[in-house]
């Protein structure tokens, strides 16, 4: 059964940190882009980052530019998004989702490969 499952979210502070997880099960992640995305309530789901499936490539919107780290350990098959400097509009669920070799936007429908979600809450 192939599944991807987030994990690392949480509730943190604006100004803090988190680390998000992506771990690939049933499958190799050698193959494969990962994107991650993010849904809040009442918004449409958008693109905050993706890497590509050797690591050589990486993109970011403005929006997480300078903030957001993505990265992967294909030994581990394991893709990480290091948020730092997080804001309350950085609030949603996160999610991560695969796709063939290279990073080609964030149209959701090119993404074969979908996890669960894990909430990410940005509050004093």
């Known amino acids: 059964q192939l599944q991807l499952v987030e994990s690392g979210g949480g509730l943190v502070q604006p100004g803090g940190s988190l680390r998000l997880s992506c771990a690939a099960s049933g499958f190799t992640l050698d193959y494969y882009a990962i994107g991650w995305f993010r849904q809040a309530p009442g918004k449409e789901r958008e693109g905050v980052s993706c890497i590509s499936a050797r690591g050589f490539s990486s993109n970011y919107p403005d929006s997480v530019k300078g903030r957001f780290a993505i990265s992967r350990d294909n030994a581990k098959n394991t893709v990480y998004l290091q948020m730092n400097s997080l804001k309350p509009e950085d609030t949603a669920v996160y999610y991560c989702?695969?796709?063939?070799?290279?990073?080609?936007?964030?149209?959701?429908?090119?993404?074969?490969?979908w996890g669960q979600g894990t909430q990410v809450t940005v509050s004093s």
């Open positions: 989702a695969a796709r063939d070799h290279y990073c080609s936007g964030y149209d959701s429908r090119l993404y074969d490969y």
